[in-house]
């Protein structure tokens, strides 16, 4: 079969031949793959930079995809650490690790929507209590994961959903999506009494957004919990002590390990209907799979990539 393989971390995949996978596993089940989407943990754990990368090589990466069984069923699918991902023709899959979906979903929207979208989605679900009427900023909110993260928390029940970014033109159009207030990361201060930060970006702009902040909220008695989702502008953040001190601040995280596959897979069913009935919007651009390696390193496109064997 056709996969693109890794075979070095510092470069992109190689579009080639590829031993058919094999099902080993009593739930195990070797799938066609239909759409595979490239986000930023699919290019993490290809170049060895997560912190859930296996370390093995060669590598076919991807690590979820919409897929059809063996039955003739569409699954959305999310894999395990394994050296045989889902930019392939054929994969292997845990069932456990997949949800049925409907018939008529479009493959590279729902593919396009999930990863981004359920690193907001099971946040707010289940590694937060978030009842309706708090006060939501999200930061990082012109990437793919800000964008749906805005939606998401609107459809959750915020009172107040507040995008800031450092991309002025795609932030005007959030008020679309369910924004009520658009910032750059120097008017941070003036989301100051939100209840909850969604934090796609960390590293400096975090850490120095974050005095700012505290500082302007009118009671800083008052809880601000601050999650930390995805690390885009650096891995590392200097929290300042003060910002502990001085105002009743948490800091928690949500990504793998914070929650089990399994909190992660009971919430799939719900946000796929959500994106196939229409209620996320969703930017996808479909690629054959054969041009990974020329769009591999391309970071100036607005969609998210999917690749169609």
Known sequence: MQAAIITAYDAPPAYGEHPEPVARGDHEMVVDVLAAPLHHLARAKASGAHYSASGVLPLVPGVDGVVRDPSGRLR??????????TFAERTV???????????????VRIAAAMNPGMSSWVALRRRITFPAGQRVLVLGATGS???MAVQIARRFGAAQVVAAGRDTARLKELPALG???????????????????LDFVWGEPAAGAMLPLLTARADRSVPLTW??????????????SVALRSARLQIVGSGIGSLSPR???AELPELAAAVAEGGIDVQARAVPLARIAQEWND?????RLVFVP
């Open 76 to 85: 959305y699918a999310v894999l395990d650490d394994t050296a045989l991902g």
């Open 93 to 107: 899959i845990d069932a456990r690790r997949s949800v049925v979906l409907p018939d008529h979903v479009d493959p």
């Open 145 to 147: 994961a800000g964008r």
């Open 179 to 197: 924004a009520d207030r658009t910032l750059t990361f120097d008017e941070i201060a003036e989301a100051a009494d939100v209840d909850v930060v």
């Open 227 to 240: 999650v930390q989702i995805g690390s885009i502008a650096g891995a590392s953040a200097a929290v300042p």
């Open 263 to 265: 909190d992660f897979i």
């Open 299 to 303: 970071h100036r496109v607005r969609e």
